[in-house]
């Protein structure tokens, strides 16, 4: 099992920018994937970005063009750059990772765009 601890989430005015950090407890070479999903109001969770240690990057449509995720391998780290924040924003976010054929979350953080 790897244990996640997200960081960075806080309170912008919108079009401000936030950067949250997600850090595993172990090396993050051998899992599959990470990324970020965030449960908006009144919305199901949805996805915000994953990143592959191979170098894959996908991200959600409410989020291209804004959002950046990044990973830090030597660090065990993965970022993600939030740019443009709207108040459509607003949520928890949650990091995950997926190894195999489990998946492990983190505890979230709360982003609050205000308008």
């Known amino acids: 099992q790897v244990q996640l601890v997200e960081s960075g989430g806080g309170l912008v005015q919108a079009g401000g920018s936030l950067s949250l950090s997600c850090a595993a407890s172990?090396?993050?070479?051998?899992?599959?994937?990470m990324g970020w999903h965030r449960q908006t109001p009144g919305k199901q969770r949805e996805l915000v970005a994953w990143?592959?240690?191979?170098?894959?990057?996908n991200y959600g449509d409410a989020v291209k063009g804004r959002f950046t995720i990044s990973g830090d391998n030597a660090e065990n780290v993965v970022n993600l750059q939030m740019n443009n924040l709207k108040p459509e924003d607003i949520g928890v976010y949650y990091c995950?990772?997926?190894?195999?054929?489990?998946?492990?979350w983190g505890q979230g953080t709360q982003v609050t765009v205000s308008s």
């Open positions: 990143y592959t240690t191979r170098g894959l990057i």
């Open positions: 172990r090396s993050i070479d051998t899992l599959n994937a």
């Open positions: 995950y990772a997926v190894e195999g054929r489990n998946i492990e």
